[in-house]
């Protein structure tokens, strides 16, 4: 039986993860710097992620699908790497797939000389735990930002020490990329500080050691509609602000990739060229990365 099915291009996938939390099936992850299509049984083939890819590296082709074939889908996989076959198992394991899951073990174990990669370290790791730093991959699919975690915090309090209140460094209202307007008096001649609504509360230094000094818009990557006129204002803060410098603020989820995306496409628009700083932030509230490109 013939259906239609997702395909993705990996030479012009960017792996900026903006299709991954538009496919409700929970077949996409970004994994190893490319989105991939780890479980062809979830696909429904309706390509609600398409028009999410920046890159039109995702299209729909009509092809043999059905019956579902795991043994065929590990034999496609295996050459992409150890990580997209964890992936693909976990998500037949959370999908109650258990017949498939066992299947796909058995062709791992039975092609062991075939593998750049040891299968008994794939079974730990799908049924064993998720190590800290990368504890908000999601078993499931979707978005690895949607992982429910809890977050520990080392014993450090000094009951009796003085809380001091910080003050707060934000020079301008509304923030927000849908209420602001990019030719304002406060955004001109600044350095910009566009962040991931998340960002300030993961951060406790958001105030003194990132914001401080500098204009300020807020956005989500994942949830905000109308996307397309952050691009327009951006561009707008650039040529008609002429802000001197951006530095976009993210959170370590895959999904928040795409307002550094945004950023991209508006330079790309701009008449002039501004610095771009990157800052990657982490659930426990550290800089996990932190470069200009």
Known sequence: MKREIL???????????RCVPNCHEGALQVIDGKVRLISELMCDGLGACIGHCPE???????????PYNETRVMEQMKNKGKNTVVAHL??????????????GVTYLKEHRSELNFNPEEVILEVHGQISPQHHYSHEGGGCPGSKAMSIEKSGT?????QVQAQTSELRHWPVQMHLINPEASCFKG???????????????NFH???LKGKSLAIACPKLDQGTNSYVEKLTAMIDVAKVNTITVMMMEVPCCGGLLEMVKAAQANASRKVPVKKIIAGINGEVLQEEWI
């Open 90 to 103: 976990r998500h037949l394991k959370h999908h109650g797939e258990t017949g498939l899951m066992l299947e």
């Open 190 to 204: 600044t350095d910009l500080l566009l962040a991931a609504d998340c960002v300030a509360f993961s951060m406790g």
């Open 56 to 66: 039109g590296a995702i299209t729909i082709e009509k092809r043999e699908a059905e």
């Open 7 to 17: 395909k993705i291009d990996e030479e012009l996938c960017n792996g900026c993860g």
């Open 157 to 161: 309090e000094n009951k009796n020490a």
């Open 208 to 210: 003194s050691a990132h």
